[in-house]
């Protein structure tokens, strides 16, 4: 499996910040090649979430479903996906007075089909830009709600 791990520091209480990505209907707002998030139901297994989802990597749609794996409120949120594209995301929550150290660990293999058409070089690059990219966007999302709410 291939591993990004980046950090962000935000300006929201972690609480806030847990609460926004544990609904999988912001993904399409925040992540840049989700395309679409569907049947998002709670988990029966943890207080987590199961959901399906399009996703678009080196310009090929892939779809699959992900389901939460570990769900501790307001400190780490674990969600797999092993249908469509084997992933883990791991979200870290380190509150640090009012604000929030978010660490994301992005673990993923890359499908054979989408080597036979692209470098491997190449779809590491883009899935590192398209992870910065998203937390750019989770940070100036839940900043600016907190700001205006």
Same mark, same amino acid.
């Given at each position: 499996?291939?591993?990004? +791990?980046? #950090?962000?520091?935000? &300006?929201?209480? $972690?609480?806030? $910040?847990? #609460?926004?990505? +544990?609904?999988?209907?912001?993904l399409p707002n925040v992540w840049p090649n989700v395309i679409e998030v569907k049947n ?6 943890? #207080?987590?979430f199961t959901f399906n989802w399009a996703y678009k990597m080196s310009g090929i749609q ?33 509150? +640090?007075? %009012?604000?929030?150290?978010? *660490?994301? %660990? ?5 499908? *054979?089909?989408?080597?036979?058409? +692209? ?5 590491? %690059?883009? &899935?590192?830009?398209?992870? #910065? $990219? ?6 100036? %999302? /839940?900043? /600016?709600?907190? $700001?205006?709410?």
């Open positions: 499996m291939k591993t990004i +791990t980046r #950090d962000i520091q935000v &300006n929201i209480p $972690a609480n806030k $910040a847990f #609460d926004f990505l +544990t609904d999988p209907n912001n998002v139901k709670k988990s029966k297994s943890n #207080d987590g892939f779809e699959g479903k992900c389901e939460t794996v570990e769900y501790i409120p307001h400190e780490r949120l674990v969600i797999q996906s092993g249908n469509g594209l084997n992933s883990s995301i791991t979200w870290k929550f380190q509150p +640090t007075g %009012r604000d929030t150290h978010l *660490t994301l %660990r992005f673990e993923y293999d890359i499908p *054979t089909s989408l080597l036979k058409r +692209t470098k491997e070089e190449v779809v590491l %690059r883009e &899935n590192e830009h398209e992870v #910065d $990219a998203m937390l750019q966007n989770v940070k100036s %999302r /839940l900043e /600016l709600e907190l $700001a205006y709410a």
